[in-house]
């Protein structure tokens, strides 16, 4: 079988393949074993027996999961890669793929999420996933930029809607930054690996606060250099920018909203 985090071996699979990797698709295969291993470590933190795998392209994390005793389900666009992945692992009975695109793939519950995921769709992906809230922990490689903004607290510039929503209901955390040549081809951007582990602090909304809540923070962040008393003219009064509030406010407001 051949080495996943050997540039010369994956280089040379894709040369005899005839297979350029796929710009649009975000193939950038991860070829570093630390990296590999750092993120198949957070990934496996509190033993899931279940694992959902968007993107295993090559099969580099899918491969180093299998052998770790876990059932992975990776779901894949590219259907070369798609139709290549089981057999070029030796059939491992512990893996489903599924060849389809993940945003229009009713994607199967898994007690955790791991993926390096594509650029492109990687945001949306993880955002209907936070949404869905059935899944404990979720570990991905994204870009810096969005691991950052996945990540960030009230009163920063990097405070957007991505980080409002996916800390409704998790905890979001950079475990580490994967530099550019950890990957190939190389991407412009350096990644980072990102953990959102799934808190109970908000069981108690219903689902018409939560939609409140996603309606009201889009309407705020659509219009992020205006106040929000200005915004929500009628029902606060308030100087801050959307930015400035932290979910504990941005939820007290929805319950005051719903509750009048
Ligand atoms: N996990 C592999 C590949 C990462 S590259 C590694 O770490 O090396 C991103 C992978 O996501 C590619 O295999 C690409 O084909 C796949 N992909 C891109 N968009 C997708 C989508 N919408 N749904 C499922 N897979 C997608």
């Known amino acids: 079988m051949m080495n996943l985090t050997s540039p010369s071996q994956v280089k040379a699979w894709c040369i005899e393949h005839g297979f350029h990797p796929n710009k649009t698709l975000g193939q ?5 074993r630390n990296a590999l291993i750092s993120i198949v470590d957070a990934g496996l933190e509190g ?28 779901v894949e666009k590219d259907p ?12 491992p009975v512990n893996l489903t793929v599924v060849k389809g ?31 869905r809230r059935d899944i404990r922990r979720m570990t991905v490689l994204v870009q810096t930029e969005v691991a950052e903004r996945l990540a960030a607290q009230e009163g920063g510039k990097t405070r957007g809607l991505a980080g409002v929503w996916a800390q409704l209901d998790y905890d979001v955390k950079i475990v580490r930054k994967v530099a550019a040549s950890c990957f190939w081809p190389r991407p412009e951007v350096g990644s980072s690996v990102v953990t959102l582990e799934r808190h109970d602090r908000n069981l108690g909304l219903g ?28 029902y606060i009064q308030s100087t801050l920018r959307a930015e400035e509030l932290s979910n504990e406010e941005w939820i007290a407001f929805v319950k005051g909203l719903s509750g009048q």
């Open 207 to 234: 689902e018409e606060e939560r939609k409140l809540f996603h309606r009201i923070t889009k309407q705020a962040f659509e219009h992020r250099r205006k106040q929000l008393g200005s915004i929500f003219r009628d």
């Open 47 to 74: 033993n899931p027996a279940t694992v959902l795998e968007i993107g295993p392209g090559l099969g580099v994390l899918t491969e180093e999961m299998l052998k770790r005793g876990v059932k992975v389900t990776a």
């Open 101 to 131: 695109d993940a945003l229009e793939t009713e994607l199967p519950a898994a007690d955790a999420m791991v993926s390096n995921l594509p650029y492109q769709a990687g945001t949306r992906i993880l955002l209907e996933l936070v949404q």
């Open 28 to 32: 950038n295969f991860l070829i570093d």
């Open 80 to 91: 070369v890669l798609a139709d290549r992945l089981k057999p070029a692992l030796g059939n």
